[in-house]
């Protein structure tokens, strides 16, 4: 396995298992090592798949919903705005990861003298 992919699993289960964790703090009991396992499994398998525009967002979106909830509501909400900026940058790392996508293609398109009338999407 080449070096690059074992870093991206190893960032991948880091992130989400961090996450995780966030998540089930909120939900008490034991479910902190639930979450936290369940997270780095799924972060693993995204990074497997070269998720790793999707990660970057997730760490950004809970770098700075904890960064604001610390500003906003204090220390106690930090684990509450670093869960939901984990959520929010992850929905929002897929929407454009997905634009980004459509340009790339549309790109090729042009490139390779499509015409307009074209799609790269045939449905």
Do not use: C, N
């Not at 998720?51 to 610390?70: D, K, N, P």
């Amino acid at each position: 396995m080449q070096i690059h992919k074992i870093v991206d699993i190893v960032f991948g289960a880091a992130v989400m298992g961090t996450v995780g964790t966030l998540i089930g703090l909120l939900m008490g009991g034991h479910a902190p090592m639930i979450a936290a396992a369940v997270g780095m499994g799924l972060g693993s398998v995204v990074g497997h798949f070269g998720g790793r525009r999707f990660l970057m967002s997730i760490l950004v979106g809970a770098v700075l919903g904890g960064a604001l909830a610390w500003l906003v509501a204090g220390v106690d909400r930090v684990s509450y705005g670093a869960g939901a900026g984990a959520a929010m940058g992850g929905f929002l790392g897929v929407q454009v990861s997905m634009l980004l996508d459509m340009r790339k293609d549309r790109k090729q398109a042009e490139a390779t003298g499509a015409g307009k009338d074209s799609h790269p999407i045939v449905g």
